[in-house]
């Protein structure tokens, strides 16, 4: 199924791309602002900050990741207060409407889903106690809150938030070469590793029953990176652990070859060069070029 495209308007507010900036999609009523925390200040002088809407906090506690969902009625005055007694966080996310039209029970309806949805994902443990209960909206307002949230889920991983994007995909993704589809496999037959993949709409997705290693055991710049994506993974399901090996329990997408070709030895490796099409063994570089050199592009 193709999808339309949107547009995705990005502002850095003073032109820095780890400073504050906007982000707005044509033709919806959202308006996204990413501030730093030492940009407090500044943050709380802008308009939108007085808005109704709901914010989410990021950053560490004792080395871990955190977040806070949370909603208002006057945005800045509570980050006012999260800014005095909350010290782990170091980014804040602000959601409102670029009109302010968000009302009271509009926030609490999105600050509950957007728990519920950073929950089921499981990418980000919260400091939320307990999961709040949806506001009453009619039925109307209830299709509109959750076309604005299908929106947001897409803004917010453009912006460096991805703790609502599941990437555990369903069991319909092709299980074997068909409609264009293309099957990929990884093997490291003295470690007992073996893993299977398609590729559809840009994603590279590990299939369930794939095997690999349990833990990464490479040392690099990223291995915190690459710890912690281990982690989340057994945290939500989506892999389980089986003596020395991790066990694929649902299939996961990746977002370039060499990361899931990484996730499965454990240590850096070369995705377009490791992954081989299981029906004639061609690497995936190998495969890439003749995809690209065919007459229909």
């Given amino acids: 199924m193709s999808t339309a495209g949107r547009s995705l308007e990005l502002f850095f507010i003073d032109g820095r791309p780890d ?16 501030l730093p925390r030492t940009q407090l200040k500044q943050a709380l002088q802008r308009q939108e900050s007085e808005y109704t809407g709901v914010y989410v906090l990021l950053g560490e506690r004792d080395g871990a990741p955190l977040a806070y969902i949370g909603e208002s009625e006057d945005l800045g005055e509570r980050l006012r207060s999260h800014a005095a007694k909350k010290d782990w966080w170091d980014t804040a996310i602000l959601i409102t409407s670029a009109a302010n039209n968000l009302h009271k029970a509009h926030a609490k309806y999105l600050e509950a889903r957007l728990v519920e949805i950073a929950r089921e994902v499981g990418r980000m443990p919260l400091e939320n106690g307990n999961t709040p209960p949806r506001s009453s909206l009619s039925e109307a307002a209830t299709s509109n809150m959750e076309s604005f949230l299908e929106t947001l889920q897409m803004v917010l991983p453009a912006i460096r938030v991805d703790m609502f994007l599941n990437k555990a995909t369903s069991s319909s993704v092709p299980r074997q070469e068909q409609n264009g589809v293309a099957l990929f496999e990884l093997k ?26 349990k833990q990464w055991i490479g040392k690099s710049r990223e291995t915190n990176i690459r710890v912690r994506l281990y982690e989340e993974l057994k945290n939500t399901g989506v892999i389980r652990l089986d003596g ?13 070859t060499s990361a899931a070709a990484e996730f499965i030895t454990g240590r850096s490796t070369s995705g377009p060069t490791n992954w081989k099409l299981e029906s004639d063994g061609r690497t995936y570089a190998e495969w890439e070029a003749d995809e690209l050199a065919k007459d229909d592009l």
């Fill in 244 to 256: 020395e090996h991790c066990v694929f329990e649902k299939d996961y997408a990746f977002q370039s």
């Fill in 19 to 34: 400073g504050m900036l906007t982000a707005e999609v044509f033709n919806w009523t959202g308006h996204v602002l990413r």
């Fill in 188 to 213: 490291v037959p003295r470690h007992r590793l073996h893993a299977r993949a398609n590729l559809i709409n840009g994603e590279f997705i590990i299939l369930s029953g794939s095997t690999g290693q």
